[in-house]
């Protein structure tokens, strides 16, 4: 089991440009979570994605949108890129169905915006 | 809204030492409870998780916590530390008013001397 993974690693962009960030979820989770890590602090709820939909959306603004496809697997989208959007990008796989349940995370993409 | 505290952005131990992290947390309803572990560079690592029932949970690596409702609090402890216990310790909340999202705290990197 190849666990949660995201592409890509690192990731350079220049103000103004659009990414986009990868993700496969752990084998038989069906929900993907993304959040933004800034340095020095804890990881922030961008929003959660359930049988293609965006169940939940934390305080982010637009720019930030998302999409899961049919084999669960999700991205990340920012766009207009600021300065501040440098972070540590995680996504978190689980099953949706079961509350409580632990969310297994990826290695992260490290976006720097110059 | 729910929140996390966690106290102590830094604590350092001796090898051997009796570790504790402290964590406080803010909802309305009874919780889901968890202490994750990052490494430099990686993602999140999930040590334990409270959801119901017994309030003392055991977890990976010697870790445990535990659930104090009347004190709203969670602490981590590990009866002696290791080196390789060296990282960074992020509390995080989940269900009840908060939906779907994980709250994580801001995190305390946990310092282990030989």
């Known amino acids: 089991d190849a666990g949660v993974t995201q592409s890509p690693t690192h990731l350079i962009k220049t103000r103004g440009q659009q990414v986009t960030l990868r993700c496969s979820p752990k084998?038989?989770?069906?929900?993907v979570s993304w959040y933004q890590q800034a340095l020095g602090q804890g990881p922030q709820f961008i929003f959660q994605y359930y049988e293609e939909e965006e169940r939940q959306r934390g305080n982010f603004p637009d720019r930030f949108s998302g999409h899961q496809f049919p084999n669960y697997s999700s991205e990340l989208n920012v766009n207009a890129l600021l300065l501040g959007d440098s972070a540590l990008y995680l996504c978190?796989?689980?099953?949706?169905?079961?509350?409580?349940?632990?969310?297994?995370f990826g290695q992260g993409t490290r976006l720097t915006v110059v | 809204a729910q929140s996390v505290t966690q106290l102590g952005s830094h604590v350092s131990v001796s090898e051997g030492a009796l570790v504790l992290l402290r964590c406080n947390y803010s909802?309305?309803?009874?919780?889901?409870l968890f202490w994750y572990v990052q490494y430099p560079n990686q993602g999140l690592q999930l040590l334990l998780k409270?959801?119901?029932?017994?309030?003392l949970v055991k977890g990976i690596n010697g870790f445990e916590a535990e659930f104090k409702k009347s004190e709203t609090s969670f602490h981590l402890t590990k009866p002696s530390a290791h080196m390789s216990d060296a990282a960074e310790y992020f509390c995080a909340v989940s269900g009840g008013t908060g939906g779907f999202k994980t709250i994580f705290g801001a995190g305390t990197r946990l310092f282990v001397k030989a």
């Open positions: 978190a796989s689980s099953l949706g169905d079961r509350d409580g349940a632990e969310a297994f």
């Open positions: 084998s038989g989770h069906d929900t």
């Open positions: 409270y959801t119901t029932g017994a309030t």
């Open positions: 909802s309305s309803v009874p919780p889901y």
